[in-house]
C-alpha cells in the first residue's frame, strides 16, 4: 500500500475512533490516537493477518497490551474485513462484544487484554512457540508507556532475551503521558532505551505518528540476530486533532456534540491536503 | 490399625505421569519458575530437555508465557508452588488463562500446608477460594496416587483452563485399581449408612482413616473423595447428604471459601437440615509446625475427626 493512501486512511481511523467513541459514550481517545498510525502501517503494510488466514497459527500474531486503546485497534480490524461497520457501532452496547477492552470474542483478536503488564509476556510466550516449532512467523505487541511501571514487563524481557527471540516485536507507544500526568512524573521510566539494551535488546527508535518513519522501521525488522527487538515510537496522545494533542484529560474524555464536529471539521480538511 | 499401602509421593507420581505422557506427546511443554528441584522435574528436564521451559523465579511471567504458548498450540503444564502459582500470578490466572480460555494446566506444588515449618508465606490455603470464584477455571485435589495419574492423564486433553494441587507425602491408596476417575466426577471411597465424611487431596486419607476408627465403635461412613472441587459433583454430594444423620467436610485450606463452604452452600439451598461441620484451618495466626502436626491440630487428625463425628450425632 502506498505512503499516500495510508496516511489517507490514518486520517479516516481517527474519524472512526472518534465517532465509536463518540456514539458510545465512552473510549480511550488519546492513547487511540496516539498509537492509531502504529497499527495502520502494522496491519496494512507489515504484519501477515487477514480474516483468511486468523484461524491458522502459521502466521504473524499481534498482542495489543495497552488494552485500553481498543478503539483503534476495533476500527482497523473492521477495516481490514475481520468484521462489518455494523459490529464496530455495536461498541459498548449491552451484550456486544466490542466492549472497552480486547477480547477474543471479537474477530481479529488475539488475547484478551485491559489490565496492563500482561501483553509482553504472553508474546513471549507466544514467540518461543514459533521458535520451537522453527517457524518463521513475527509476534509484535504495542505496549503503552505507562505500563512499563508494571514489574511482569521485566520479567518477560529477561525471558525474551534469554531465549533469543529475534521474531519478538515490541513496540512502545511512547506518548509521554498516563492518566495522571506525564510518565517522568508519575514513576520515571527513561532511560528506556539503555534499560531495554541492558536486557538484551535490539533498539530502535521512530516518530510513530509519522507513516514513511514507521514503515522504514518496521520493515527492516528484525534487526540483529538472536536479540528481540524494541522500538520506540516516539508519538503524541490524542495526535491528529489539535485541541486533543497531549492533553490529559483526553486520556479517557468522551467529545461533546461541539467537540465532535471540530473535530470531523479538522480532520476534513486534513484530508484534503493529502 | 490399617492395612493399606502407603504409596508414593502424589508429587513423584505426577511427574512420572507428566514425562510418560510427554514421550508420546511432543506438545506437552512444561513451564518453570525455578522449581523443576521442587516439582521432581528434573528427569524430565534431562530427557526432555526441548519441551521444558524455564523462566525463574517470576510467576507472573511463567502462567503468561504458558497463555502464550498455549495460544503456539502446546499443551502447557505450568510448575510452580501452589502458594506462589496461586497468590503472585492469580491476576495473570484469571485474565490470561481462565478469561483468555487458554487450556493451560496450572499445577500447584507442594499445596496446603505441606511447607509447613516454611510459615505462611509458604502455605496455599486461600487457592481453592480466590480461584473457585475466577470462572472459566477447574480446580482438582487428588487424593492419592491412583486419583493423580489420571488427573494428569486427563488434564493433557482437557480443554478448559484447570488447576491440579497436592502436596509432597507419601499418600496411602485409598482407590482399588478398577476405580473410575474422571474429573467433575467424586469418588466414593467407603459406603456407610450413618454418616458422611467428604474431604479432598490430602484429607481424604485422613477421613478415611477416620471411617476405620468409627467402624469400630458400629458408626458406618461414607466417605467421599471430593476430587475435583469445580465443577462440584453437586448430585454424588446431595445424594449422599440426604441419606447421612450428620456430615463433615475435611479441607487442607482455610474453612473459608472452600470445600466446606461449596457444601454448606448447597445443603442450605437444597433444604438438607442435617448437622454439618467443617474442619479446616481456623482464622487465626496459624501455628508452626509439620504438615501432619498442623493438621492434627486443626481438628484434622483421623481420631478427631472421629471424635467431632461422635459428639455431632450426640448433640444432633
Known amino acids: 500500500m502506498k505512503h499516500k493512501e495510508l496516511e489517507r486512511k490514518s486520517i479516516e481511523y481517527r474519524k472512526t475512533i ?74 459498548n ?37 514459533l521458535k520451537m516449532d522453527k517457524k518463521e512467523f513475527r509476534v509484535f505487541t504495542l505496549l503503552g508507556d505507562g505500563e512499563l511501571s508494571e514489574g511482569s514487563i521485566w520479567e518477560a524481557a529477561t525471558t525474551a532475551s534469554k531465549y533469543q527471540l529475534d521474531n519478538l516485536i515490541v513496540i512502545i507507544d511512547r506518548n509521554k503521558l498516563q492518566i495522571t500526568g506525564n510518565t517522568e512524573e508519575v514513576n520515571p521510566i527513561e532511560p528506556l532505551a539503555d534499560k531495554f539494551t541492558s536486557f538484551g535488546f535490539s533498539i530502535s527508535e521512530t516518530l510513530g505518528n509519522d507513516i514513511s518513519s514507521l514503515i522504514e522501521i518496521l520493515q527492516k525488522t528484525p534487526t540483529e540476530k538472536n536479540k528481540p527487538n524494541l522500538i520506540i515510537a516516539n508519538t503524541v496522545k490524542g495526535a491528529g486533532v489539535s485541541f486533543i494533542e497531549n492533553q490529559i484529560a483526553w486520556h479517557h474524555k468522551v467529545p461533546s456534540e461541539a467537540e465532535y464536529n471540530m473535530a470531523m471539521k479538522e480532520l476534513d480538511e486534513a484530508l484534503l491536503n493529502v | 490399625m490399617s492395612d493399606i499401602k502407603i504409596g508414593k509421593p502424589n508429587l513423584e507420581v505426577f511427574a512420572e505421569t507428566l514425562l510418560l505422557e510427554a514421550k508420546k506427546n511432543s506438545s506437552i511443554t512444561v513451564v518453570t519458575s525455578d522449581s523443576r528441584g521442587s516439582g521432581k522435574l528434573v528427569p524430565f528436564g534431562k530427557e526432555l530437555p526441548k519441551q521444558i521451559v524455564e523462566v525463574g523465579i517470576a510467576e507472573q511471567n511463567l502462567v503468561g508465557i504458558s497463555a502464550g504458548l498455549a495460544a503456539s498450540r502446546k499443551k502447557v503444564f505450568a510448575v510452580s508452588p501452589a502458594s506462589f502459582l496461586t497468590a503472585r500470578s492469580l491476576e495473570q490466572i484469571k485474565a490470561d488463562i481462565a478469561y483468555s480460555n487458554h487450556p493451560v494446566c496450572l499445577v500447584g506444588i507442594s499445596a496446603g500446608i505441606s511447607y509447613g515449618q516454611l510459615g505462611s508465606t509458604h502455605h496455599s490455603i486461600h487457592d481453592f477460594a480466590v480461584l473457585r470464584c475466577i470462572n472459566n477455571l477447574s480446580i482438582v485435589a487428588p487424593s492419592d496416587n491412583f486419583e493423580t495419574t489420571e488427573a494428569i492423564k486427563q488434564a493433557v486433553d482437557y480443554q478448559n483452563p484447570l488447576y491440579i494441587r497436592f502436596g509432597k507425602k507419601p499418600m496411602m491408596d485409598i482407590h482399588s485399581h478398577n476405580a473410575s476417575f474422571k474429573i467433575g466426577k467424586a469418588i466414593i471411597a467407603k459406603k456407610g449408612e450413618d454418616v458422611l465424611l467428604i474431604a479432598t487431596g490430602e484429607t481424604v486419607q485422613r477421613a478415611y482413616l477416620a471411617a476405620q476408627i468409627l467402624e469400630q465403635n458400629e458408626i458406618h461412613a461414607t466417605v467421599i473423595s471430593m476430587h475435583t472441587i469445580k465443577p462440584f459433583d453437586e448430585e454424588t454430594f446431595l445424594n449422599e447428604a440426604r441419606k447421612a444423620k450428620v456430615i463433615v467436610s475435611v479441607e487442607e485450606h482455610s474453612i473459608y471459601g472452600g470445600l466446606g463452604e461449596q457444601c454448606a452452600s448447597l445443603l442450605a439451598q437444597n433444604k438438607i437440615n442435617t448437622c454439618f461441620k467443617i474442619l479446616g484451618i481456623p482464622d487465626e495466626y496459624m501455628i508452626n509446625g509439620s504438615q501432619s502436626d498442623v493438621l492434627d491440630h486443626y481438628n484434622m487428625s483421623p481420631e478427631k475427626i472421629s471424635k467431632t463425628v461422635s459428639d455431632l450425632l450426640i448433640n444432633k
Open chain 1, 18 to 91: 472518534l465517532e465509536i467513541i463518540y456514539q458510545s459514550g465512552a473510549g480511550h481517545t488519546g492513547g487511540s490516537l496516539s498509537c492509531i498510525d502504529i497499527l495502520n502501517v502494522l496491519y496494512n503494510g507489515v504484519m501477515n493477518i487477514t480474516p483468511e488466514n486468523f484461524s491458522s497459527f502459521d502466521r504473524d500474531h499481534f498482542i495489543q497490551s495497552k488494552g485500553h486503546s481498543v478503539e483503534a485497534l476495533y476500527t482497523v480490524l473492521q477495516d481490514c474485513g475481520f468484521y462489518s461497520q455494523k459490529d464496530l457501532k455495536s461498541l
Open chain 1, 93 to 129: 452496547q449491552f451484550q456486544s462484544h466490542f466492549i472497552g477492552h480486547p477480547t477474543r470474542k471479537v474477530p481479529g483478536i488475539e488475547h484478551n487484554t485491559g489490565a496492563l503488564g500482561h501483553g509482553l509476556s504472553v508474546a513471549v510466550g507466544m514467540a518461543l512457540g
